[in-house]
């Protein structure tokens, strides 16, 4: 889909109507240059863009192809495909949305390919149009604009992920668990947007070597001031969030710890519940049985208390004794 379409010269836009691609072409023998702008077009509409602006069939494959990675392409008759990311951040979903911008710059034209909804460009047209000093520097004054909205762009959703990350991080260093799942989606997060911006430092380094009018030389070197301070950003991002993920699992570590000291806890009084009824078990059990010579035997009470109790009696005793050489065989090991 065509987005807008427009011939400048002398630093002005010649008219406010559409424009077809036809019609575009043939204003580029007139003087000044064109700018067309697509989004998200059909095979038919780069087709037709190809032939009336003499595209290379690689260049065209390359603007249908989603990168993950910016890049610069010389082409025959001093063409260029300039590939950027473009990045957004979505409040609703908490997430960067990325795009992509596909930049075709000839010596009377620039076509711009669109894919995603994060590749808005209107901004950079509209700020264009009233710099007409930079519009008179022709097609590399159009490249310029859109570098430095791109580059611009950034700048909130680096805000937005650092704001992510202090809520992690806050959660993680107060000794709460934070959720796993969330510091490795912000680690993805950081990474892809890491791809996208730091290549484009060499990006801009070839541009910048191959601008002809040194007037816009400063333009593009403040453009790679931004870059610079966002890659470093970015950078700095993405190994915080290494080390809030090595502090979250220190952190699960030691709750899983503290669980297991608790559940230890648990069983060791169970089980010493259950060894303080075993002679009452072993007693029960044994007046419970009905053999001739305990019915024979036990006949009074003094037989009935002195098995009962030398019974109960003679396995707690072994228990404590045993309870002692254990713990004193534990000291002894710990200290030596």
């Not at 010269?9 to 043939?26: I, L, W």
């Not at 159009?142 to 762009?153: E, G």
């Not at 979250?248 to 297991?260: C, D, F, H, L, P």
């Not at 009452?280 to 059990?285: E, K, N, P, Y």
């Amino acid at each position: 889909m065509i987005v807008d379409c427009a011939h400048y010269k002398d630093g002005r836009r010649q008219h406010v109507g559409a424009m077809s691609v036809q019609e575009a072409a043939a204003c580029c023998r007139e003087g000044g240059f064109v700018w067309l702008g697509l989004f998200d077009p059909t095979p038919e509409e780069l087709d037709q863009a190809s032939e009336s602006f003499g595209l290379h069939e690689l260049a065209v494959e390359d603007a249908q192809t989603f990168h993950l990675r910016p890049k610069v392409e010389p082409y025959e008759g001093d063409i260029r495909l300039v590939i950027l990311r473009t990045a957004r951040y979505d409040d609703a979903r908490e997430e960067v949305d990325f795009g992509e911008v596909s930049v075709f710059v000839g010596p009377a034209f620039v076509i711009t390919v669109r894919q995603g909804a994060a590749s808005e460009l209107h901004g950079a047209r509209s700020r264009l149009e009233q710099r007409p000093e930079l519009l008179e520097n022709g097609t590399n004054g159009v490249l310029w604009a859109i570098l430095d909205q791109v580059v611009d762009s950034y700048g909130p959703v680096v805000a937005e992920l650092e704001r992510d990350i202090e809520q992690v991080e806050r959660t993680v260093f107060a000794g709460s668990v934070a959720p796993t799942e969330r510091i490795y989606f912000l680690r993805r997060e950081v990474t892809d947007f890491y791809r996208a911006v730091h290549p484009l430092l060499a990006v801009l380094a070839t541009i910048e070597r191959g601008a002809r009018n040194t007037d816009l030389l400063p333009y593009f070197r403040d453009v790679r001031d931004h870059l610079v301070l966002v890659n470093e950003e970015v950078a700095a991002q993405r190994d915080l969030l290494a080390t809030v993920l090595e502090a979250n699992m220190a952190v699960i570590s030691v709750e899983q710890t503290k669980v297991s000291v608790q559940q230890n806890a648990t069983i060791e009084q169970l089980t010493i519940l259950s060894t303080v009824f075993l002679p009452l078990t072993f007693v029960t059990g044994f007046f419970g049985q009905n053999f001739g010579w305990l019915v024979d035997h036990v006949g009074g009470r003094g037989a009935f208390f002195g098995l009962g109790f030398g019974g109960l009696a003679l396995p707690c005793i072994a228990l404590l004794i045993w309870f002692k050489r254990r713990r004193r065989h534990v000291t002894d090991s710990a200290l030596g």
